[in-house]
């Protein structure tokens, strides 16, 4: 086995930990050097099969495809900032009316920013600037971005809020987590408590309705778990939303394009939003967020809202390049990322009925997480059992993030090949039965 991570990886961490700031990349001692297709490399020349898809990003393979590389690069070579903001340009007009292209009919307003959070926090202002209304609501579990805005939004992890708030006007209200029901009830059975909640509780009793401009919803939440709901919760929720004339916003940052091998995560729901953001591969590695509204919610006064790099020629080359891919390969994408994900979730529950240290195994196409438990009557979260898992998936060859408290997330890229597929799922099966013997060995010793 490969001696990972190597002294050039050791060496580069090192003086990481000296100047930069510290963000989350403790557990996953990877030092990424170069990539393509299936496949990332370290400065080792270590190489490593791409679970990750570098946080949801490279969904058309490590490093993008080559047609995306080569629009950047030629842009590049003509102009990089066009000011946006302040002055026109036609790729990005072109980019969103094909955007728009693969939206539900009524879209007709796009907005250009960085990143997710950017393109949340857009949308919160635009939700109260179209409704003149001043509350949202947002779900425990739910991760949206990081800035002031978006951070009164998200509720995943306390760490994540800790010495930042109060965070005025957002109230959050319990999602349909089933396997962890927080109303303590078992689906279907429950009767939808979860949006009974909302609407006898925090509608009822926390503010007005008339007082809400948005309700925020990760179609499936990502950081938060990889949590799947069930189809009536999104519906449940979309009719509360337009009982109340309250918008409603779906943040498809993780879950879009493609992810769940429909183009937006909500149409596996049968729901349409007010407002919708995308980022992360929207762009093929490049930074870039996109807000779009719906066109009768009409326009923002001037200046109210802007940003300096938003539309970002590079950016919108490279963007304009994937959505022209996947467009023209969009048959072909989207049966891959079904086929595939059911693979995914066959292999993953044989593992489920060999391994009790698995609780749950849940997904939709090529966005599957698996949750980790100590137990499976008391459904104590696994979370050292879980961080070992990913630790040791990567000295063995493959690259795993966490999710939630105790989940892994599988999120290959959705162009890779099967043998690569199967050759991860193999390295991870076989580590998951290692934990699984760990922990088995330790509660007969104990």
């Known amino acids: 086995m490969a001696n990972i991570p190597g002294k050039n990886a050791i060496e580069i961490i090192r003086r990481d930990k000296r100047v930069m700031l510290t963000t989350s990349r403790d557990d996953i001692p990877f030092v990424a050097d170069h ?9 080792d020349g270590n190489r490593f099969i791409d679970f990750s898809s570098f ?6 393979g490590v490093n993008a495809n080559k047609e995306i590389r080569e629009a950047a690069k030629k842009q590049i070579d003509r102009l990089i900032h066009p000011a946006f ?9 072109a980019f969103a009316e094909r955007l728009l292209d693969q939206m539900p009919s009524g879209f007709g307003r796009v907005f250009y920013s960085n ?10 202002k635009f939700a109260r600037l179209f409704t003149k209304r001043q509350y949202a609501l ?5 991760f949206h971005g990081r800035t002031m805005g978006s951070l009164s939004l998200t509720a995943s992890k306390s760490v994540q809020r800790e010495h930042f708030g109060p965070f005025p006007n957002v109230i959050h209200a319990p999602y349909a987590y089933c396997y962890r029901c927080p109303f303590g009830k078992e689906y279907p059975g429950c009767g939808m408590e979860c949006v009974e909640y909302i609407k006898k509780t925090v509608l009822a009793k926390e503010a007005s309705p008339k007082e809400f401009s948005s309700i925020f919803i990760e179609p499936v939440q990502g950081e938060g778990g990889y949590i799947v709901p069930p189809k009536e919760f999104v519906r ?4 509360i939303s337009e009982d109340n004339g309250i918008l409603l916003v779906s943040d498809e940052v993780q879950s879009g394009y493609m992810r769940t091998g429909k183009f937006l995560a909500t149409d596996n729901f049968g729901v349409k939003s007010d407002i919708y953001t995308m980022a992360k591969s929207i762009a093929g590695g490049l930074p870039m967020g996109v807000t779009l509204t719906r066109s009768s919610l009409g326009d923002i006064p001037p200046g109210s809202h802007a940003n300096t790099f938003g539309g970002n020629l590079v950016a919108i080359a490279a963007a304009n390049a994937s959505l022209a891919y996947l467009s023209r390969n969009m048959r072909s994408l989207t049966k891959g ?14 593992l489920y009925e060999r391994n009790e240290i698995i609780g749950d195994v849940r997904g939709i196409g090529m966005m599957v997480g698996v949750e980790f438990v100590r137990d499976r009557k008391t459904k104590e979260p696994a979370r050292k059992e ?11 060859g493959l690259l795993l993030l966490p999710a939630g408290e105790s989940t892994i997330r599988l999120i290959p890229p959705l162009t890779i090949s099967t043998k690569s597929l199967d050759a991860g799922l193999e390295i991870f099966g076989n580590v998951v039965k290692e934990a699984n013997a760990s922990l088995k060995s330790g509660r007969k010793s104990g």
Request: aromatic letters at 14%; charged letters at 30%; zero cysteines.
């Open 35 to 43: 990539g393509s297709g299936d496949y990332a490399y370290d400065v």
């Open 85 to 93: 903001t302040d002055y026109y340009s036609e790729l990005p007009v």
């Open 55 to 60: 946080i949801s990003v490279y969904n058309m």
């Open 386 to 396: 879980r961080d070992w898992i990913i630790a040791e998936s990567f000295r063995k």
């Open 236 to 239: 449940g929720i979309r009719e």
């Open 115 to 124: 990143s997710g959070t950017e393109a949340n926090e857009a949308a919160l």
């Open 337 to 350: 990322t079904m086929d595939k994900g059911k693979r995914m979730k066959k292999e993953l529950d044989a």
């Open 138 to 142: 947002s779900f425990y579990g739910a």
